[in-house]
Each structure stands twice: as structure tokens, then as C-alpha cells.
């Protein structure tokens, strides 16, 4: 019986340090696998961004709006981060969800005719809006001079 018994204490004893060891393990499993989102999203953080708001029925304006957005999108590379929402009516419910994850919904939601640029600094704070077709050239200094003042900082 004392036998039975010190086996038993044994087995528990051992069982106990196997769950503190993968507690501990899958701990610092999600530690590293948050400081590598964070650092991640640190990296991504971009120091300026754009964001496009457009209607997929918006063949006019829209047309011109985009391909100016994707041109200075690779200019302007890691300093900045271009995003476009399409603002549809069949796509609200995800053009909402797009702004919330950015974290510009309060933005969003006065946009109130399409395209729409909005820049915005590294701490979201809207910089520029510039509403209707603009030149590239008016675009790209808008967002330098985020990118300026995001330096001056």
C-alpha cells in the first residue's frame, strides 16, 4: 500500500511538472509569437497612410484616382503604406471592418462622395484630405509633406 501510494505521488508529482513545463512552453511560445506581431507590425507601421476611397461604379473619377495611387504606392515604398476601400454599397460591411483595422473609421465615416484620399501621419492623425481627381503631382506632395513633418518630429 505505502508503495501504491508513493507511486502515486510519484505520477502526480510528475504530472504536475509536465503541465508547469508545457504551461511554461506554450507561454513563452506566445510571447515570442507576440513580439514577433509586434515587431512585425512595427515594421509595417509605416510613416505615412494613404488611403483611397472609392465605388467600383465610380468609372469616371475612380479610374484615374487608382492607378495614381498604385504608382506612388511603389515610388514611395516603405514610407508609406497605400490602402484602398471600396466604399460599395455590396461591400460596406468589409469597407467598415478595413477602416476599423486601420483605425480611421471615424474618418470613414464622413466620406461623403468618391474618390477620396485621406493621408494620415504614423499616429493617424488626417493630414490631408483631398476629395475628387487630382494630379499625381498633387498626391505625392500632400503625403511628402506628411512624411516631412513625420520627420520633424
Not at 515587431?39 to 475612380?62: F, G, I, M, P, T
Not at 515610388?75 to 468589409?94: H, M, P, Q, R, Y
Amino acid at each position: 500500500m505505502l508503495v501504491k501510494l508513493f507511486l502515486l505521488t510519484e505520477v502526480l508529482a510528475l504530472s504536475c511538472l509536465y503541465s508547469t513545463s508545457i504551461a511554461l512552453v506554450s507561454c513563452n511560445h506566445a510571447l515570442a509569437a507576440d513580439e514577433q506581431l509586434n515587431s512585425s507590425s512595427a515594421e509595417r507601421n509605416s510613416r505615412a497612410l494613404v488611403v483611397l476611397v472609392y465605388d467600383q461604379h465610380c468609372k469616371a473619377w475612380c479610374t484615374k484616382v487608382r492607378p495614381i495611387m498604385q504608382e506612388l504606392a511603389a515610388e514611395l515604398g516603405d514610407d508609406v503604406n497605400v490602402v484602398e476601400i471600396d466604399s460599395s454599397a455590396s461591400v460596406g460591411k468589409s469597407a467598415i471592418k478595413t477602416a476599423e483595422d486601420l483605425g480611421i473609421i471615424r474618418y470613414y465615416k464622413d466620406v461623403d462622395m468618391v474618390p477620396v484620399v485621406m493621408i494620415f501621419d504614423s499616429k493617424k492623425k488626417l493630414m490631408h484630405e483631398l476629395g475628387g481627381p487630382k494630379t499625381k503631382e498633387t498626391y505625392k506632395a500632400a503625403i511628402e509633406s506628411t512624411l516631412k513633418n513625420a520627420k520633424n518630429k
